[in-house]
């Protein structure tokens, strides 16, 4: 299996920034797209960024200006510069790769990493 493992989350005030990163681990040939997705209390998983091998990039509305999205050299990692962060940016924030392929298995998969928790409080 691909496991996909965040770092980076924490407590931060409002107007201050983090990086989340998100290394794939175990053997790959490949993975088409990236993303960060959150998760508020009560709230549907939702998009926040997604980046392409070739990357191109696309944000949801609220990250447009604030968060960038990038890929890693070896493209089997991803990162989320998250700045000017708001009280309503807390969520757990979870890694995703789409288009993932391993050697042995035909087709393209997904995964999901296990999410990492990102609080803006004062």
């Known amino acids: 299996q691909v496991h996909l493992v965040e770092s980076g989350g924490g407590l931060v005030q409002p107007g201050g920034s983090l990086r989340l990163s998100c290394a794939a681990s175990?053997?790959?040939?490949?993975?088409?797209?990236m993303g960060w997705y959150r998760q508020a209390p009560g709230e549907q998983r939702e998009l926040v960024a997604t980046?392409?091998?070739?990357?191109?990039?696309n944000y949801a509305d609220s990250a447009k200006g604030r968060f960038t999205i990038s890929r890693g050299n070896a493209r089997n990692t991803v990162s989320l510069q998250m700045n000017s962060l708001k009280p309503e940016d807390t969520a757990v924030y979870y890694c995703?790769?789409?288009?993932?392929?391993?050697?042995?298995?035909?087709?393209?998969?997904?995964?999901w990493g296990q999410g990492t928790q990102v609080t803006v409080s004062s």
């Open positions: 980046i392409t091998s070739g990357g191109n990039t």
């Open positions: 995703h790769a789409d288009g993932v392929r391993t050697p042995g298995r035909p087709g393209q998969n997904q995964s």
């Open positions: 175990g053997l790959l040939f490949s993975i088409n797209t």
